[in-house]
């Protein structure tokens, strides 16, 4: 499709649908779904990214680690909300935010260890705007 799209020349409304952003749903649909080639996708789309796409690498990175809750893998989720939680707030990627929150009611809900840990840290840093002490 976006071999031969020319978006200078369609509907306005179909800018919106850069190669990016649409890589973005992929990850995050594949993530929902559980499809065994999320993190394919998620490696080609980051791999593809220009330095100043940031907005889509937080959400990429928040999706993957939405995922890593879901199957159980607490400690990858954490290394990946540690990468996505200071670049959503950074480039106030709201709708990485937005899923950062939703995160932190999925994790579970264990009474310490990392899974508190990391709530604990993931809802200072949003509630901060990014700014630790």
């Not at 100043?52 to 989720?77: C, F, H, I, P, Y």
């Amino acid at each position: 499709m976006f071999d031969y799209a020319k978006p200078s020349a369609e509907r306005t409304w179909t800018a919106f649908f850069t190669a990016s952003r649409l890589g973005s749903l992929t990850v995050s649909t594949y993530g929902r779904l559980g499809y065994r080639e999320t993190e394919t996708a998620a490696k080609s789309l980051l791999d593809s990214l220009s330095p100043t796409e940031n907005k889509v690498r937080a959400l990429v990175l928040v999706d993957l680690a939405a995922t890593s809750v879901n199957q159980g893998d607490l400690d990858r989720a954490a290394d990946l909300v540690a990468e996505s939680a200071p670049l959503a707030v950074r480039t106030e990627a709201s709708l990485a935010v937005d899923r950062l929150w939703d995160l932190v009611e999925v994790l579970p809900d264990d009474r310490g260890g990392r899974p508190l840990r990391l709530r604990e840290w993931l809802t200072d840093t949003l509630a901060s705007g990014g700014r630790t002490s």
